[in-house]
T-cell receptor, first 109, second 111 residues
Framework: AQRVTQPEKLLSVFKGAPVELKCNYSYSGSPELFWYVQYSRQRLQLLLRHISRESIKGFTADLNKGETSFHLKKPFAQEEDSAMYYCALIGTGANNLFFGTGTRLTVIP | DAGITQSPRHKVTETGTPVTLRCHQTENHRYMYWYRQDPGHGLRLIHYSYGVKDTDKGEVSDGYSVSRSKTEDFLLTLESATSSQTSVYFC??????????FGPGTRLTVL
């Protein structure tokens, strides 16, 4: 069965400090993973997908199949990064998007 | 915003009443989805549609039904709302690849 685990509900860092939001998954096949961000009371926005390997707003995420992880990283946090972050995995058929429970990131000025 | 709107944006209703939420898209995408967002659960799939009149159940479909009579509209109905269905409901579409794009959400409160 597919599962996405985000172990931290809350994460606070100071502005300018590095950020790492953890995501671990379990999936029997070859996973397709995403990070979504939700700013206060707004819609979810796609931040990253592992296939594209691009950097958005300074964030990167590398798929580590050995550790079944897809951690989100940014070297220098900004106040505008404060938001809810969701890791998600596409299951079989590409219709079952499974979400983790989310991590609320607060960047302290 | 991938041309996705939801209506209403906010609704307060009473237990036992029927409620219908609407998702509208302007870009003719085949796949549409309904999720609910709850603290401690993230987002969970309720139902999805892969074409006009073609729908299937998701993880938390009990108490919900859907209909899609036109490509652009995907309706979510709570036949008899319960307090456990108080949530934020998000519609999404799949555009081209496997990534999904979300609507602005509907905040539903069942008293």
């Amino acid at each position: 069965a597919q599962r996405v685990t985000q172990p931290e509900k809350l994460l606070s860092v100071f502005k300018g400090a590095p950020v790492e939001l953890k995501c671990n998954y379990s999936y029997s096949g070859s996973p397709e993973l995403f990070w979504y961000v939700q700013y206060s009371r707004q819609r979810l926005q796609l931040l990253l997908r592992h296939i594209s390997r691009e950097s958005i707003k300074g964030f990167t995420a590398d798929l580590n199949k050995g550790e079944t992880s897809f951690h989100l990283k940014k070297p220098f946090a900004q106040e505008e990064d404060s938001a809810m972050y969701y890791c998600a995995l596409i299951g079989t058929g590409a219709n079952n998007l499974f979400f983790g429970t989310g991590t609320r990131l607060t960047v302290i000025p | 915003d991938a041309g996705i709107t939801q209506s209403p944006r906010h609704k307060v209703t009473e237990t036992g009443t029927p409620v219908t939420l609407r998702c509208h898209q302007t870009e003719n995408h085949r796949y549409m989805y309904w999720y609910r967002q709850d603290p401690g659960h993230g987002l969970r799939l309720i139902h999805y549609s892969y074409g006009v009149k073609d729908t299937d159940k998701g993880e938390v479909s009990d108490g919900y039904s859907v209909s899609r009579s036109k490509t652009e509209d995907f309706l979510l109905t709570l036949e008899s709302a319960t307090s456990s269905q108080t949530s934020v409901y998000f519609c999404a579409i799949r555009a081209g690849g496997s990534e999904q794009f979300f609507g602005p959400g509907t905040r539903l409160t069942v008293l």
